[in-house]
């Protein structure tokens, strides 16, 4: 497709009487045409001004509907493909409708767009292959058949690990009732790490149901993060994984995963292997999930308790539970010990303290006020030059 088709019709829209982000759309089409400036710096502003006005902070308007179009064309006619096959699954994600014509508009132009997006799924190029499958994605079942059957040909053909893990994701937005084989297939020892957390992550999305092998799997792979980095859904996945669980109604399962990745980081503690990631992203899980359920601080709290005994995971699980809005009365005798301190780890277990409402908090604290003249959350400033 060559621009002048890609933007055939542009004037004859009335972008006048339509609104965007900052009012009337009227200088849409000139951003649209500044797309294609050979001028890159020019180009580049003009996409950020549309990211900026069709799909502000994700709100979607009624300007954005009539741009869709000339955004597929311009990115089937090889205009900064990937970052408009971006902007339009962005415009598809979102359910922000700014005073919308009627409900979906937006996701609709970009659903009747898919049959220029989806040749772009067997481009060489990985940045333009993942976005087109993430903006299908985007679409969810409404995709439909076309859009699962080439992404079913681009998972059977794929052989690199993160695009096989993207595509699978794809497929289970666009497909939820048909990705039983896919995640079977995924979740096989065999395949790579990045497919199986996809996998994992597939069978919450999909609601199937979640089991101890399924678990095991989320123990053998701890840290998950480092199996999604590139994942255009930038998702933490034990985060995920745990908040989905809960969200659907699965509130044990989610504290079972939850409690098996804490298992896993102290178990990494006790062999001396680094345990910083995987209590990093253990404890954040962990946390979420506690602002979540009631419930869940009681069991989670006895697998967290062992690494504030290692200084390099301690702060985090002292953030933790610094903001869990129920009581950690199992929490107060090592906070206890470690605000009876100095340094920042004893600041941060003494403001948790307080934040808890511990009497053990009261005496602390007056003692730490009067050895350094300040609260342990104020940091000390640095000298004047």
């Known amino acids: ?45 003009a996409a950020q001004e549309l990211w900026s006005s069709i799909v502000h902070q994700g709100t979607v308007y009624r300007a954005t509907v009539p741009a869709v179009p000339f955004l597929a064309r311009l990115a089937a006619a090889g205009v900064r493909r990937a970052e408009l096959l971006c902007m339009v699954g962005a415009i598809a994600e979102s359910t922000d409708e700014h005073d919308p014509e009627r409900p979906g508009a937006a996701r609709a132009a970009v659903v009747a767009q898919l049959p220029l997006m989806l040749p772009m799924l067997t481009d ?65 020892a065999q395949e790579s790490p990045q497919v199986r957390v996809a996998a994992l992550l597939a069978v919450v999305d999909t609601g199937r149901p979640w ?37 659907r109604g699965d509130v044990r399962a989610a504290i079972d995963v939850a409690v098996s990745a804490l298992d896993g980081a102290v178990e990494a503690v006790r062999d001396g292997a680094d345990p910083k990631a995987a209590a990093g992203e253990a404890t954040w899980a962990a946390g979420s999930l506690a602002l979540r359920s009631r419930t869940a601080p009681a069991r989670l709290l006895p697998a967290m308790l062992p690494l504030l005994d290692h200084p390099d995971t301690a702060g985090d699980v002292i953030d933790a539970i610094r903001d869990w809005t129920v009581p950690a009365p199992q929490a107060v005798p090592p906070l206890v010990r470690m605000a009876e301190g ?25 003692r730490h006020f009067a050895r350094t003249g300040r609260w342990p959350w104020k940091r000390r400033s640095a000298a004047p030059c």
């Open 342 to 366: 100095a340094g920042e780890h004893a600041d941060r277990a003494l403001t948790a303290l307080v934040r808890a409402g511990a009497p053990e908090a009261a005496d602390l604290l007056a």
């Open 211 to 247: 089991n101890d092998a399924l678990r095991t799997v989320v123990t053998e792979l701890s840290p998950l993060g480092p199996h999604a980095v590139g994942d255009p859904w930038e998702r933490q996945p034990l985060r995920a994984l745990v908040t989905g669980l809960h969200e």
């Open 1 to 45: 497709m060559d621009l002048d088709t890609a933007l055939a019709g542009l004037d004859s829209v009335a972008w006048a009487e339509l609104d965007h982000a900052y009012g009337p759309a009227d200088d849409v089409p000139d951003l649209l045409r500044a797309l294609a400036a050979t001028d890159e710096e020019s180009a580049d502003e």
């Open 124 to 188: 060489a190029d990985t940045e333009v292959w993942k976005w087109a499958a993430w903006a299908a994605a985007q679409c969810g079942p409404e995709a439909g058949a076309e859009a699962l059957t080439a992404l079913r040909a681009r998972w059977e053909t794929g052989t690199d690990p993160a695009e096989r893990a993207a595509v699978l994701t794809a497929c289970a937005a666009v497909a939820p009732d048909t990705a039983d084989d896919l995640c079977a297939a995924a979740l096989r």
